[in-house]
Antibody, heavy 120, light 109 residues
Framework: QVQLVQSGAEVKKPGASVKVSCKAS????????IQWVRQAPGQGLEWMGV????????AYAQKFQGRVTMTRDTSTSTVYMDLTSLTSEDTAVYYC?????????????WGQGTTVTVSS | EIVLTQSPGTLSLSPGERATLSCRAS???????LAWYQQKPGQAPRLLIY???GRATGIPDRFSGSGSGTDFTLTVSRLEPEDFAVYYC??????????FGGGTKVEIK
């Protein structure tokens, strides 16, 4: 069973960037993707993008195109989500989640979430 | 782009009652692309149902999913105290993109 552990909370000023990490442990040799989802305070879930930890290929939501970059470090089984040009609208909890394509097409393991606060 | 609309926004029920939650897609979607999640305050979402009707590992059988085309339903046959939470439907699109419904809050009446 894969477990996902995310980096700690961040406080950033408007215009800054934030990089959130998501480290996988456990049975990491099965085929899966990592999705990134965020949740603003009191709001619903919003899809940001996906990365294949094995091949490194990515796909991003149109809303975040040009502002988000997802990368991976296979040596440490860690994926990263980098978001630039932050505004107060980016204040949210950011989740990484293991996504199984094919028969399941859903996220069965989630990280604990990383709170990002953007404030001057 | 497919839009998922969940209803009702809030469902007020008592423990032991049956909960029926709806998720409607703006166009027909494949049943194997529809999932349901439960989220409690301060916690990450938890996968309940995948492929419209398959229960995820460890999910009690009081949770069931059904539907096809544009209309999908999550049913909780008898609400337990721990079932009061927010529920989201999710659909996958091209290139592994995802869409979420706005959520249904199931609260204690």
């Amino acid at each position: 069973q894969v477990q996902l552990v995310q980096s700690g909370a961040e406080v950033k000023k408007p215009g800054a960037s934030v990089k959130v990490s998501c480290k996988a442990s456990g049975n990491i040799y099965t085929s899966y993707y990592i999705q990134w989802v965020r949740q603003a305070p009191g709001q619903g879930l919003e899809w940001m993008g996906v990365i294949n930890p094995s091949g490194g290929n990515t796909a991003y939501a149109q809303k975040f195109q040009g502002r988000v970059t997802m990368t991976r470090d296979t040596s440490t089984s860690t994926v990263y989500m980098d978001l630039t040009s932050l505004t107060s609208e980016d204040t949210a909890v950011y989740y990484c989640a293991k996504y199984i394509a094919g028969r399941v097409n859903a996220m069965d393991v989630w990280g604990q979430g990383t709170t990002v606060t953007v404030s001057s | 782009e497919i839009v998922l609309t969940q209803s009702p926004g809030t469902l007020s029920l008592s423990p032991g009652e049956r909960a029926t939650l709806s998720c409607r897609a703006s166009q027909s979607v494949s049943s194997n692309s529809l999932a349901w999640y439960q989220q409690k305050p301060g916690q990450a979402p938890r996968l309940l149902i995948y492929g419209a009707s398959g229960r995820a590992t460890g999910i009690p059988d009081r949770f069931s999913g059904s539907g096809s085309g544009t209309d999908f339903t999550l049913t909780v046959s008898r609400l337990e105290p721990e079932d009061f939470a927010v529920y989201y439907c999710q659909q996958y699109g091209t290139s592994l993109s995802l869409a979420f419904g706005g959520g249904t809050k199931v609260e204690i009446k």
